[in-house]
């Protein structure tokens, strides 16, 4: 589903945040909405004062004062009570937040000081800091029924400085049940103040996603384009889970992965042992991926023996592990019960040959961008496996001495 | 700024200058096995050690990054994450942390058996002065209480125990009381040959939450070889025993240990198939100790130590076919040694530990106030040499304990890593150093490896483990594996995720 779409914006200084309508509501009720006018409508543009813009799929004959968007190329997937922000030059809807979708994010920052060759959301060199962090705060005080989950991620979130621990600690008095989980290459985290910072927040539902692609330094600091990374990510694993912040690693399979995956894998588990999930995860085909194809496609069909390996050793080991972004069609069974729904819905895909799967209700499908480039193994599966060999998922985390223990929730 | 991408040249450069972490190393199976300070290990080609050491390593190749990954070096071309290594060796230690943990209390000597490897003196089992009377509980609960330790085991032994019931009644709600006091978790353990247990007792035992530790050496002809009691029923009596504590108490709550004699030593799946048909799910495969009534008895229960490994190896072995014949069952040795070989973790079995458990880890309080580094210790103390003696509750406090010559004499013979010996052995960061075991068999608590029958066993049961590791077989690893996390073999899935 879509994110975005364009039209022609009218009275549009600064950017708007505000909760759609697709009812005209009473004038008392109109505070921090923003009216959509799906067809021709009749409306009285006089009587438009209360909200805080206007949105319609054609233009109106009377322009209104109001700020104001018409002429959308795509306006179909607006709901009532989507909360969108409206740019003025040029005309852009963004969709912030969809309450009825399972994954909701929050994008804090398109600056990054690595440069993964894989990077789906490639980073930029501007200052965004101030004008994203005032929106979000702007976001959070909109969302009336708090989400179960909420990912915190950009670019690279700890840049923002002092305005992620506003967005944190703003976060925590709104929807204090509400489980984040913040994506982060985790180098600022080396530094033992910040990590003591960022666990003085006492934000009681918080985890850290922390990308991790190779044991061997060299290796991971080519894939993030960042020398010293991997001694930062390393000692960032280790001081945030110290002061008591629980950690995730992520590794995404591409063929500067696969070769030492076994032996990832084998480090997680005696370095970071602490971890409360490994997520193995597909690649992405967008951002800066198609530019990198060839240094970093291998089919997934073609690293089984490599994914499962690493699967089973963590497995065995107690160790929390998922596959994510695989369809079930190129994944073996013993590796179906580590497979996950993992693709948001507004990016999530089935192909044709999808439709008369029969583990499509179980599989998590394709990114929409995988439509220029999947696996060479997708394919209906006519009937389900009775039943598959594989480990129960691990259950509780070892800890090492002087890294706390994560606490179990 | 423009976005480039860089060649991994400027990332992992070919030839980097690199310097060595510390590690041991040895040959095994044709290979180099090398160990590193926190027991992380790496099977290697012979002859790279030398390369290491003379720089003519390969830079370039796998075998370089394994070796940096695993921290046996480090190069200038990023952090040796030497706060990293650190905590990996901290974690190893883990079991030092918090003072000691298991504290025996010897309530009496008396017992109404009269096995030949017997540990300790044995009295015949009518009241008298070989019970712990109530103000040497008191001081020895006083003195567990004062332990540092967040949560400590009381482990009551004999004799046998139960002959003196209602000593351990005395004890249990004074100590529940203290631990209260000192917000202090605290388990409770009876070692019992369960002969002479009623339904009282269990009724009792399961209202305060205590375990049952007994004695089971294998099948009845075995068992009733070894543990010789009137009426000549010991094995009838265990098993009685360990049915009535089951219903009462539950499964969870009663073990079984086995000893093994040189009767033991041809009936190694034998005894293995007593245990699964007993329905437990442990079995330790354990020598017999050369302290007690056993050396006096040697000639009739002693054996080489080599037989003895020709015996755990078969046994092993027949236990690992009952485990893939699915049911589960797990060897206790094997699954600590593996611990220490395969996890980052430590463990807290006593008598596996460098600094050694003894006094560390574990006290024993004698019926007659006496305090000794560990069962052992009071077990030569039986044959009149009071070695490891530290002192007395009446006239110590946990401090003079630990200050006293006879504890300093023992601490100082208690880290392999300062034994020779041990302390260039590849497998040091799995083994450990038991000075009273040396002292025993030896007449020296630092001992002399090459003819120390600790030394031999655990080389031995360690380079087994290693070709198990080495063969990496994906069935034995599971089951093994099983074992270290206690978790189910395999589980049928049936819906995915």
Redesign the interface.
Known sequence: MRLTTTGVARNIEQGIVGIITTEHLSREKRADRILFLEADEAVCTEDLSGYRALLSRDELQNSPSIPYVHSLRESDYLRDGDIVALEGSPGTVRSLYRPYEQHHHLFVTERCNS?C?MCSQ??K?RDDAEALTKRNLELIRLISAPPPYLTITGGEPTLLGDNLFTLIKQLKASMPNTELHMLTNGRTFAWPDYSRRFAALEHPNISLGIPLYS?????H??VV?A??A??QT??GF?QASRNGVRVEVRVVLHKLTIP?LT?LVE?I???L?FTEHIALMGLEYTGYTPR?IDALWIDPYDYQDELERAV?YLA???MNVSIYNHQ?CVLRHSL??????SISDWKMLYLPECERCA?LS?CGGLFQWAIKKHSDHIHTILSLP???????KGDRN??????LATPTR | MARVFYPLERFAPATPTFHLLPFRFTRLNGKELLVNEAGEFLFVPRGTVQRLTDESLDTDSALYQDLKAKQFLYDNSSSPLLDILATKIRTKFDHMCGGTKLHIFVVTLRCEHSCEYCQVSRQTATRGEFDMSPETADRAIAMMMDSPAPAVTLEFQGGEPLLAFDVIQYIIPRAKKLARERKKDLDIVVCTNLACVTDDILLYFRDEGVKVSTSLDGPAFLHNKNRPRPGHNSYEKAIEGIERSRAILGMESVAALMTTTAASLDHAAAIVDEYVRREFHSIFLRPISPYGFAVKTRHRTGYEMDRFLDFYKQGLAHILKVNRDGYRIAEVYTQILLTKILTPHSTRYVDMQSPAGEAWSVLVYNYDGDVYASDESRMLAEMRDWTFRLGNVHKDTRRSLFTGDPALQLFQASCNQALAGCSDCAFQAYCAADPVYHYATQGDMYGHRPTSGFCARNMEVIKHLFSFIEENDRDTMRILWSWITGKPLTEEVVECA
Do not use: C, M
């Not at chain 1, 009775?386 to 129960?392: D, F, N």
């Not at chain 1, 070892?398 to 890294?403: D, N, Q």
């Open positions: 440069n060759l490639p980073p060199d044991d061997f330094a060299g290796d600091d080519f384009q020398k010293g991997f001694d390393i000692a280790h030492r032996k480090y588990y005696r370095n042992t990198n089973e065995v080991r107690n079930l179906w019960n580590y497979a996950r729904k583990a179980a009775k039943t598959s060999q594989g480990y129960s070892g800890r090492l001495l002087g890294v």
